[in-house]
């Protein structure tokens, strides 16, 4: 049974940072891609980023985070973060990681198949 637990989501202020961790339980964390997706109230999930398996080459971002965001996986812990620079209220989101069907770095959801049960970040101005 594959579970995901995401941590560090917080209240900051514009131009802050925070840093996001996914604790991934299960099998096979080393073979899948991971991702970071977000939901604002009323809008829908978005891709913010992937991260590819095993060793992470390919990085991407979505264009409203990038420069900003950063992505990294820890292999022998089963760790997945995501490093937020510069926030902006518009960051104001619940943030969910995922679990990849394979290794390569996808942007579409239905690419993942486990999902964590979210942690809040808000960004005040």
């Known amino acids: 049974q594959v579970q995901l637990v995401e941590s560090g989501g917080d209240s900051v202020q514009a131009g802050g940072s925070l840093r996001l961790s996914c604790v991934f339980s299960g099998y096979a964390y080393s073979s899948r891609s991971m991702g970071w997706f977000r939901q604002a109230p009323g809008k829908e999930r978005e891709w913010v980023a992937c991260?590819?398996?095993?060793?992470?080459?390919?990085?991407l971002f979505a264009d409203s985070v990038k420069g900003r965001f950063t992505i990294s996986r820890d292999n022998a812990k089963n760790n997945l973060s995501l490093q937020m620079n510069s926030l902006k209220p518009e960051d104001t989101a619940m943030y969910y990681c995922?679990?990849?069907?394979?290794?390569?770095?996808?942007?579409?959801?239905?690419?993942?198949?486990?999902w964590g049960q979210g942690t809040q970040v808000t960004v005040s101005s």
């Open positions: 991260i590819s398996a095993p060793t992470g080459n390919d990085r």
């Open positions: 995922a679990a990849g069907r394979g290794a390569s770095c996808y942007f579409d959801s239905s690419k993942y198949n486990y």
